[in-house]
């Protein structure tokens, strides 16, 4: 589902950011990335998101190589894959429920369809009340459910999440990832970068270290103590 293949990333002037990593997650496994600051978590996830091209290696993201989407394949590509951000980045003058809504006008989907696809998103992050409200009134915990209401909206097969519970309190970083996790039991593949090591440990999944852009452990779920 997800395939690193000696995969390397060497920003512009920069120092390498990733060196030779070679992973895989398969299809509807959930995994953690975790490492150090600079250990290369957030570029590992652009990557995915072709955010960012590596320099080396293969990457295969839901069967498709991605060395072979151009830039016209990428809006395509993100289709398949809902993306969530620390910083949530939604459009704070528009609605709850427009922010969600975003990637299915992207996707063309009809608008009952919409609507009915929204509503269920929302629902699943239990914030079906506050759709005509704008983002701002709601809580920081709250505005990142909504970010992953829209990330899960389109039913993409794979989702990433960047430090999603950065800026929470602990108990509301458990709910976040007891989200995540729900997602994967409905079949989602889900890849999440966390340097919270303490939360990390409490969910019982894999563990992917990194430690200056080289892949040093990888720990099976049941051997997370
Ligand atoms: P993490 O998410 O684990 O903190 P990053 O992937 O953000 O790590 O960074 C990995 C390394 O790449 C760091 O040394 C960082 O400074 C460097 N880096 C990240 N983004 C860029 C960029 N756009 N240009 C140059 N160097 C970068
Ligand atoms: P729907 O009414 O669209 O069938 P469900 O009640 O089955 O929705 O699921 C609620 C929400 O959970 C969906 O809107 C979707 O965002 C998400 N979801 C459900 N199944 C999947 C899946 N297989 N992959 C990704 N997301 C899903």
Do not use: C, W
């Not at 950011?17 to 957030?42: C, I, N, P, R």
């Not at 729900?182 to 919270?196: K, P, Y």
Request: glycine content about 10%; cysteine-free.
């Amino acid at each position: 589902m997800i395939r690193f293949d000696q995969v390397s990333k060497r920003y512009e002037g920069g120092h390498e950011a990733l060196s030779q990593l070679s992973f895989e997650v398969a299809a509807g496994e959930m995994a953690f990335v975790t490492g150090h600051s600079g250990a290369g978590k957030s570029t590992l996830l652009k990557l995915i998101a072709l955010i960012e091209r590596p320099s080396h290696g293969q990457i295969v993201v839901d069967g498709q190589a991605l060395a072979k989407v151009g830039r016209g394949g990428i809006p395509k590509l993100r289709r398949r894959l809902g993306m969530v951000f620390q910083d949530h980045r939604l459009l704070m003058d528009r609605t709850v429920f427009a922010n969600v809504e975003l990637p299915l006008l992207i996707g063309g989907i009809a608008p009952a369809e919409r609507s009915r696809r929204v509503r269920a998103a929302l629902e699943k992050v239990g914030l079906l009340s506050y759709e005509r409200q704008l983002p701002d009134s709601l809580s920081t915990g709250e505005q990142q459910r909504v970010g992953i209401a829209r990330a899960i909206v389109a039913r993409p097969a794979v989702l990433i999440a960047d430090e999603p519970t950065g800026n929470l309190d602990p108990q509301l970083a458990v709910e976040i990832m007891g989200l995540f996790a729900e997602f994967q039991d409905i079949g989602t593949t889900v890849l999440v970068a966390s340097h919270d090591l303490p939360l990390i440990k409490r969910m019982h999944k894999r563990v992917v270290v990194l430690d200056h852009g080289r892949l040093v452990a990888d720990i099976p779920g049941e051997e997370v103590l």
